[in-house]
Structure formats: C-alpha cells, structure tokens
C-alpha cells in the first residue's frame, strides 16, 4: 500500500518534543515490527513506542504485537479513558499517514471497521460501559459468605469426610466465583478510575485467591489482543503438550514432531488438562513473585490469602491435612475454569498472524454459550465470550443488552456469530482436540 515506504516530506505544522513530525505510507511503518524498533498508528497517527514498550502498564509484549499496524481498535478496546492515555502517547508521536493513505492497513474491511466504531458509539450512548455498583457488591459479598459457610461447616460439624467434602465444594464454588470477579476488575469494567479497579484487583485475586495480579495482567492482555494467534496468544502455547486447530497440527505432523502420542490427546486431556492446570498456574505464579523484583507486591497479597486460610484450617487438620484441603480445592476449581475457558475458544479457529480488523478477529476466535441465570452464574458472563472480547472493559451484567446489536452487526457484513449450548460447547473440546489429533497422525504418517 501506498508509495512502497517512501517517507514524505516534513511537515511543519505538526511537531513533538522539539522535532518536526512527518507523514508515512502503511509500507513505512509496517517496516518498524521487531523487538528493538517499534512503530504503530493510532488514528492516523504514528508512534514509536520502543523504549515506551518495556513501560508499558499492559505489558510488553501486549503492545509488541501491534508493531508495524493500525492498533486503533485494540486501544479503544483495553483504555476505558483514551483521553487520560493521550498524555502518554503524545511525547511518543512521530508523525502521521499521508493523506493518500487508507486509515486501515493491509486487507482490513473499512466498512466493518466503520460500523463497528459505530456501534461502540450506539453503546456508550447506551450507558452500557456504566457498571452497577450493586451488581459487583452483592457478587463479592456472596463470595465472602460461601467461605464463611465453609469454615463454619468445619467448625460446627468436624472434620469427618462429609463435611470435608462440603467445605471443599463450598471454597472451590468461592474460588471460581473469585476468579470470575477479579477478571472484571482486572479489565477495569466495574469503576470509573482505574486506581479503584486496580486496588480491588490486588486484593480479590491476591487476598481471596492467592494470585498474582500482575501476571495476570500480562498474560490476559494478551490473549485479548491477539486471541487464538500462535506466538502471541499465550492461551494456544501448549508447550508441546497438545497441538490445537487446523494449521499446527499438520506443521507439527510434515515435521515429524512428537512430543507426545497427539492422536490420543483428546483423551489424555481428561488427566492433564482440567485437573492441573489451576494447580501448576498457581505454583508458577508463587514462583515466578519470589524472583521478580516487580512482583513483591503480588507476592506479599498472595501470602496473605495463604495466612489467612492456614490461620483458619491448620487448627482443624494441621499443616499437611490443611495443604491437602487446599490441594482438592484447587484440583475441583481447576476443572471448572478449564471446561468454562476452552469451550469460547478451543474449537474456534486457532492460526498465524492474519491481521485482522477487530471484529472478524474476536469473531474468529470465540464464540458464545447461550444464555440463562445458571449459565450467567457459572461462567461469571464469559458464556458472552463475544461482546466481552469485542468490548472487555465493559461491565458483564450489560452483555446481554449489547449481544442482539452485535448479532445484527455480523449479519449484515457476513460474519458467522456462534452461540451453542453449554453441553456442546463441552463436547466441542474434546472434538477439536480429536481432530487435531487425527490431522497430526495424518500428516505425520503420510506427509
């Protein structure tokens, strides 16, 4: 596009930090994409954010992966207040697209991306980024009580294995529910000042879940950014455990890769997958805070949450009965998040970078589980998955406002919008990793 990354003239009227801004074709700037010279355009306007990137407050790599694009809707998408974020950008600017440049790069449909700004106008006009207090207080509050009921359960009734059971049903319902409530403050949905957001963050996924925050952030932001695209989508990076979608599965297979027997992983899942993750995530997190300068904060919130839980339990089981309550707690929590998580995204298209406009990109990659109170509950709104991906700083409870406008929006540009029931969705993740799974074993064997 343009005029094969020819840098225009200067322009004068336009100057940052003492130096005079130019004008630059799509081909200029998609050339600024690796690690130590990094270049994107927010509406029209073009940034050098390489030394800003190692600041960022989303993490490095969240931003890395717009190098050398339009990054527009992406910065729509994660700043609820894009006017406060300007003052950060404006000592980054460098100049701006020439006027003969199209304001979307590469192959993006500018119609979508017009209706869809158009339909982020629709909702905030809607009042649909404006949260209910009301909501978030009686969600934490039911939280709160679920562990009191477990510890009372223990303390009124001993330690015998019915009771055991029901206080590890009722803490893993707790930590579920916590970790759906953290996500919301974590995307700064529930108020208006991220400071406040960022507090409550630090405190539900800290002191009632004994996470880290930071992490989180990190690696969440970028599962929204680039959902389902391998090397940027932390989420599909199986460590060679599985091999996921259509395309990995036969690179993996013509290269005679085999880390593991991928035609039967849709069975070994059931014993790696759902009863391990949560269980290792939480181990690498402690880790990873006690050698990182930056996660002391992270690792003094997480240790109060496991102070508080021993102060609670140890007098009732002792330091290793208590470890094995918690241990079974984070095995039943685990299967929980693990089937809620994959059933949006596993069996969606999972690929290479295609630069995308944001709409086909998130539609691509999720899809949704239809609604009811249960489903709502126990998925903590991500049976949305797609409104929340196309607007994740907006307040769950509003997602079923916005979902038929949505629904009109991918009608009218052709744009498949997936809803499924919540039992299929479960037995979609186990299809797709039998598909997977027979692609490899036919690449591998005939390729």
Not at 374 to 394: A, C, K, R, V, Y
């Amino acid at each position: 596009m343009g005029g094969g990354g020819q840098l225009t003239e200067p322009v004068e009227t336009s100057a940052c930090g003492g130096r005079t801004a130019s004008v630059y074709t799509w081909d200029e700037v998609q050339k600024h994409c690796h690690r130590n010279d990094q270049w994107l355009v927010i509406n029209r306007k073009v940034y050098n954010v390489t030394q800003w990137a190692k600041r960022h407050p989303g993490g490095l790599r969240v931003i890395s992966h717009y190098a050398g694009e339009d990054a527009t809707e992406a910065f729509l998408a994660f700043h609820p207040d894009p006017k406060l974020v300007q003052k950060f950008l404006k000592p980054l600017l460098i100049g701006e697209l020439a006027v003969t440049e199209p304001s979307q790069d590469r192959s993006k449909n500018a119609a979508v991306v017009e209706d869809f700004q158009a339909l982020r106008t629709r909702a905030e006009g809607l009042g649909l980024f404006q949260a209910q207090p009301l909501f978030f207080s009686l969600h934490l509050g039911h939280i709160l009580l679920l562990e009191l009921l477990a510890w009372m359960s223990v303390w009124l009734w001993g330690t015998g294995w019915s009771t055991t059971l029901l206080c590890s049903f009722l803490l893993a319902v707790a930590q579920a529910q916590a970790g759906w409530l953290q996500h919301d403050f974590g995307h700064l949905s529930v108020f208006k000042l991220s400071r406040w957001n960022h507090i409550f963050h630090k405190f539900i996924i800290g002191h009632l879940k004994g996470a880290s925050g930071n992490w989180w952030n990190h690696r969440h932001f970028q599962h929204h950014a680039k959902p389902n695209v391998f090397s940027k989508d932390p989420d599909v990076n199986m460590l060679h455990v599985f091999v996921v979608g259509d395309i990995q599965p036969v690179e993996y297979g013509i290269k005679k890769i085999k880390y593991m027997p991928y035609h039967h992983q849709h069975q070994y899942f059931f014993l790696v997958g759902p009863p391990l993750l949560i269980p290792v995530y939480f181990h690498v997190q402690i880790l990873r805070a006690m050698f990182s300068r930056r996660d002391w904060v992270d690792l003094a919130w997480s240790m109060s949450y496991y102070l508080r839980y021993f102060c609670c339990y140890a007098p009732f089981y002792g330091l290793l009965g208590s470890v094995a309550l918690i241990s079974f707690v984070r095995f039943l929590e685990s299967h929980w998040f693990v089937w809620v998580t994959q059933m949006n995204h596993l069996p969606m298209n999972i690929d290479h970078e295609k630069q995308q406009d944001w709409l086909s990109m998130q539609l691509s990659a999720t899809c949704n589980i239809e609604q009811s109170c249960f489903n709502d509950w126990f998925s903590g709104h991500l049976n949305f998955q797609i409104e929340h991906h196309l607007f994740p700083t907006m307040p769950r409870h509003n997602y079923q406002v916005l979902a038929p406008l949505v629904r009109a929006l991918c009608e009218k540009h052709g744009i498949p919008y997936q809803e499924k029931t919540l039992w299929r969705g479960v037995a979609d993740v186990v299809r797709s990793l039998k598909n997977s799974g027979d692609l490899w074993m036919d690449a591998y064997l005939h390729k």
